[in-house]
């Protein structure tokens, strides 16, 4: 299984729509979650952390579940300026039992929103 | 100001020679990174620095040689470079805590292409 698995996209969905991403993590000792975004040739940036209780963005919301070891972006009303590659991001012990940590990315989803 | 730079943005290069990109921040930050983002635009962590010393070297050849001359500056470097070598590597920052990185902020890229 791999490390942080997303859907694979593209998502093509005209303005307005809700959209919804879904990612699974392997690791159960993972620490803290995140999505970030990438535009196309740019580089990647913090979206939002993902807290255990959900937590909302303005039209951005995400979900965590640890015990199915599952995160989720959902984003509403989408915008043109939405169109980007959604990266789900896990922080996790950069070796077993180790006190130091690393990002561990998906590979992420291309959302196009359409006018 | 720009927080995460790297020089250069473009690099063009044969097979079998040794280049070197460099990264600056000026967030004040104690840990830097290098990753590599490959055709797939899978993002892999190669290596990470804490207060210039080695703290993550994750599996990459040993022709690829970090070095932090001090906390606000991570460089690398390739020796004989290969097709394979082709892709976007990202510096970025964070502060971390307690080996937990926050929000990492990433350089715009250097796109390697090897021929």
């Known amino acids: 299984r791999k490390e942080v698995e997303q859907d694979p996209g593209p998502f093509n969905v005209p303005e307005g729509a809700t959209v919804a991403f879904n990612c699974t993590y392997s690791?159960?000792?993972?620490?803290?979650f995140f999505w970030y975004r990438q535009d196309c040739r740019k580089e990647p940036k913090l979206l939002m952390s993902?807290?255990?209780s959900g937590n909302e963005d303005g039209r951005f919301t995400a979900q965590l579940n640890r015990a199915s070891q599952y995160i989720s972006l959902l984003i509403r009303d989408s915008k043109l300026s939405d169109s980007a590659t959604y990266l789900c991001?896990?922080?996790?012990?950069?070796?077993?039992?180790?006190?130091?940590?690393?990002?561990?990315f998906g590979k992420g989803t291309l959302l196009t929103v359409n006018p | 100001d720009t927080a995460v730079s790297q020089t250069p943005k473009y690099l063009v290069t044969q097979m079998g020679n040794d280049k070197s990109i460099k990264c600056e921040q000026n967030?004040?930050?104690?840990?830097m990174y290098w990753y590599k983002q490959d055709s797939k635009k899978f993002l892999k962590i190669m290596f990470s620095?804490?207060?210039?010393?080695?703290?993550i070297n994750e599996t990459v050849p040993n022709r690829f040689s970090p070095k932090s001359p001090d906390k606000a500056h991570l460089n690398l470097h390739i020796n004989s470079l290969e097709l394979g070598d082709s892709a976007v590597y990202f510096c970025?920052?964070?502060?971390?805590?307690?080996?937990?990185?926050?929000?990492?902020?990433f350089g715009p890229g250097t796109r390697l292409t090897v021929t």
């Open positions: 620095y804490n207060n210039k010393e080695l703290i």
């Open positions: 690791n159960s000792a993972s620490q803290s």
């Open positions: 967030l004040g930050h104690d840990t």
């Open positions: 993902v807290y255990s």
């Open positions: 991001v896990v922080n996790q012990a950069a070796w077993s039992g180790g006190s130091n940590y690393k990002l561990t």
């Open positions: 970025a920052s964070s502060q971390e805590t307690s080996g937990m990185p926050y929000e990492q902020y």
